[in-house]
């Protein structure tokens, strides 16, 4: 009786060990469609405001600075930049936003 129970497990872990490489063989092959289905995405080029944002970013950082006397929070340098940007006019506006087109058209060539 002992040995028709250890012919048995050996029967039932050879069945085990098959279906456990058929299953991860199956997975490996969906991971492999999927991945052809998953789109790159491409980086958004820059708008006006995110240009503006990068050059005045320091500028705006010291003149808080100076105001609070402590490193203002990144928060607070982001909220002073919107506000600056809202304050501008139209055709200081359209500055940033020809230098994001340049940088666009640039980045297209490439």
Do not use: C
């Not at 050879?14 to 199956?26: C, G, P, Y």
């Not at 500028?59 to 501008?88: C, F, N, R």
């Amino acid at each position: 009786m002992a040995k028709e129970l250890e012919a048995r497990v050996r029967e039932l872990e050879k069945l085990v060990a098959s279906l456990t490489t058929s299953e991860s063989d199956e997975n490996k092959e969906e991971s492999k469609s999927s991945n052809k289905d998953v789109k790159v995405k491409k980086p958004k080029a820059k708008t006006g405001y995110l240009v503006f944002s990068s050059e005045k970013r320091e500028e705006v950082k010291g003149l808080l600075e100076t105001e609070h006397g402590v490193a203002p929070k990144p928060k607070d340098v982001i909220s002073k930049l919107g506000s600056v940007w809202k304050s501008l006019s139209e055709d200081e506006k359209q500055v940033y936003n020809e230098k994001a087109k340049k940088m666009a058209e640039e980045k297209n060539e490439d």
